[in-house]
Nanobody, 121 residues
Framework: QVQLVESGGGLVQPGGSLRLSCTAS????????MGWFRQAPGKEREFVST????????YYADSVKGRSTISRDNAKNTVYLQMNNLKPEDTAVYYC??????????????WGQGTQVTVSS
């Protein structure tokens, strides 16, 4: 079982930027696709972005496309989500996950504890 720890969340003003990080334990990080999901208060968890094992393929939700970039450093066992031009509707707990490349939660078998992102003036 891969253990995932997210970091980088916080309070940011609208239009600001954040870079989320997720570091995985173990030596098989490059064997897994990685994903980011988020859950806003009172809403279901939703897909944000995913990246293939070697970083060749990426997908984004329409809500973040053009404002976010997912990347990974397999030497550091870390996946990143750079988010720019943040909006209040981006406020949520952000979770990283490892598993198969996909846009649905069932594609991923291991999940982190989440990091809070709050976009507010």
């Amino acid at each position: 079982q891969v253990q995932l720890v997210e970091s980088g969340g916080g309070l940011v003003q609208p239009g600001g930027s954040l870079r989320l990080s997720c570091t995985a334990s173990g030596r098989t990080f490059s064997s897994y696709a990685m994903g980011w999901f988020r859950q806003a208060p009172g809403k279901e968890r939703e897909f944000v972005s995913t990246i293939s094992r070697l970083g060749v393929t990426t997908y984004y939700a329409d809500s973040v496309k053009g404002r976010s970039t997912i990347s990974r450093d397999n030497a550091k066992n870390t996946v990143y989500l750079q988010m720019n031009n943040l909006k209040p509707e981006d406020t949520a707990v952000y979770y990283c996950a490892s598993g198969q490349l996909g846009t649905v939660q069932t594609s991923f078998s291991s999940w982190g504890q989440g990091t809070q992102v709050t976009v507010s003036s």
